[in-house]
T-cell receptor, first 115, second 111 residues
């Protein structure tokens, strides 16, 4: 069964350090999402890709966060420098279509703890 | 602005006690309403997609329904393994077709 792969599963980093997360979507899925989920809340979109292009990054803190999806396949989300408030679950999801009406499938997430 | 509100925030049921979870939404041009199940420390697991008012989907003890303003997730004779957080999300063109999530309902089913 096809799955969205994320790594690492857990990451502990000191504030002001750099951290990176990797996501490999389901093969053939053109749309890739990065979400952040704070404990007890629903996921919130950070960035959305259609193939290799950014469709929505309106909620991405661009002074410290960056995301790329080279060749329109796997993707990397980076935080530099990390802050205490960045502690959260970072979720990657992919879907076949970017024009709505198709479900997105999520990976297991990366739990980030900033100390 | 597209919004999703879920209620209740938390729900405790006895095994076998049926109930419903609510998802109210405000969105222009709904393209899909999605239900997910999320276990602690894991990513959301897709359950259902609903597209238009009147539509219903079923899977085991779960049944999802949709009206023009809200969706319900009905749980019939729940078992302890149904305990999880249930998330509702909507998708619309005005929001770049991103999934806009509610804050979820934490369900606990006691044996």
């Amino acid at each position: 069964e096809a799955e969205v792969a994320q790594s690492p599963r857990y990451k502990i980093t000191e504030k002001s350090q750099a951290v990176a997360f990797w996501c490999d979507p389901i093969s053939g899925h053109a749309t890739l999402y990065w979400y952040r989920q704070i404990l007890g809340q629903g996921p919130e979109l950070l960035v959305q890709f259609q193939d290799e292009s950014v469709v929505d990054d309106s909620q991405l803190p661009k002074d410290r966060f960056s995301a790329e999806r080279l060749k329109g396949v796997d993707s990397t989300l980076k935080i530099q420098p990390a802050e205490l408030g960045d502690s959260a679950m970072y979720l990657c999801a992919s879907s076949w279509s970017g024009t709505g009406g198709t479900e997105a499938f999520f990976g297991q997430g990366t739990r980030l703890t900033v100390v | 602005e597209d919004q999703v509100t879920q209620s209740p925030e938390a729900l405790r049921l006895q095994e076998g006690e049926s109930s419903s979870l609510n998802c109210s939404y405000t969105v222009s041009g709904l393209r899909g309403l999605f239900w997910y199940r999320q276990d602690p420390g894991k990513g959301p697991e897709f359950l259902f997609t609903l597209y238009s008012a009147g539509e219903e989907k079923e899977k085991e003890r779960l049944k999802a329904t949709l009206t023009k303003k809200e969706s319900f997730l009905h749980i019939t004779a729940p078992k302890p393994e149904d305990s999880a957080t249930y998330l509702c999300a909507v998708q619309a063109p005005g929001s770049s077709y991103k999934l806009i999530f509610g804050s979820g309902t934490r369900l606990l089913v006691r044996p």
